[in-house]
């Protein structure tokens, strides 16, 4: 049985990926196209300030142009929707990131649908979904295809393996089981409404836990030698930030796992630079 699993650091993967992004992108801007990504934040979620802050930084450090357009809370739909048109229309826009959660009067799912699918970097619009669904071309939401990365970092071989994803949402626990479908794995996808989730992790030779619950997974439900991937962003009674994994316990079990903080995390934003740069090429190959 494994004493301690092997760290699958999302740190120095995403430096990694990031050098090639800021290889790719000076390739483009010596043909006169930089990769721009507009971000758009309504209202004053503090999480979504930090998030967004590090999203603008990412871009800036990787060659990308970024755009950060703030909006106070009481903007009206109509407002957000006619800014989304102009930047569908902006040709120095690749990718178009509209900061979730949106304020309440808002529907989240219309500002969406309202993004062009070619701008659609974050992978959660109908048409994207769609395409993973089908298997075609398209963009892949950010957190999910960052654990993909992940696997592919450590030569995992997914096909013909019992993956078990634990949570439905439509951000990372569905996106997640259609990408793990699609590179040959058994996939098993557990919720709040699973009867036994032990029975079911106790099976899984790869676990990805996504549902923002502390300790959801612990070691006495973890396979010996599995791969487990921890999406979760949570606080502990000491304040201290920690995924859904009980980390210290079922990394005695466990063949390798992701920390919290340093594993999923850095992931997400590196894709969205992914995605940006490939919405950029797309355009540069059309021209």
């Known amino acids: 049985m494994p004493s301690n699993a092997q760290l699958i650091d999302g740190v120095a993967l995403s430096r990694q990926l990031r050098t090639e992004v800021a290889t790719r992108a000076t390739a483009l801007k010596a043909r006169g196209i930089t990769p721009g990504l507009a971000v758009v934040l309504v209202g004053e979620n503090a999480a979504s300030q930090v998030y967004v802050r590090n999203k603008v930084k990412a871009c800036q450090e990787s060659g990308l142009h970024s755009v950060l357009e703030q909006y106070p809370v009481s903007t009206p739909e109509d407002t957000l929707l006619a800014r989304i048109d102009a930047l569908n229309r902006d040709p120095a826009i690749h990718g178009i990131l509209v900061q979730l959660p949106l304020p309440a009067h808002i529907d989240a799912q219309k500002v969406i649908e309202a993004i062009s699918p070619a701008k659609d970097v974050d992978g959660f619009h109908v048409s994207s979904a769609g395409a993973l669904m089908v298997g075609q071309a398209g963009f892949w939401p950010c957190t999910p295809y960052g654990c993909m990365k992940m696997l592919e970092s450590i030569g995992y071989e997914l096909k013909g393996k019992h993956a078990v994803v634990i949570g439905r949402s439509n951000i990372v626990g569905k996106p997640m089981a259609l990408m793990l479908l699609q590179k040959n794995a058994t996939v098993t996808i557990c919720h709040s409404a699973t009867v036994d989730l032990k029975a079911m992790t106790l099976q899984a030779d790869v676990i990805v836990a996504a549902v923002g619950k502390l300790n959801v997974l612990t070691a006495d439900m973890v396979k010996p030698g599995a791969v487990v991937i921890d999406v979760g962003m949570n606080r502990n009674a000491q304040g201290k930030l920690c995924g859904d994994v009980d980390f210290d316990g079922v ?37």
């Open 251 to 287: 990394r005695q079990v466990a063949s390798h796992i992701t920390p919290v903080p340093g594993g999923v995390g850095p992931m997400t934003i590196t894709m969205l630079l992914v995605n940006t740069l490939e919405a950029a090429e797309k355009v540069a190959l059309a021209a």
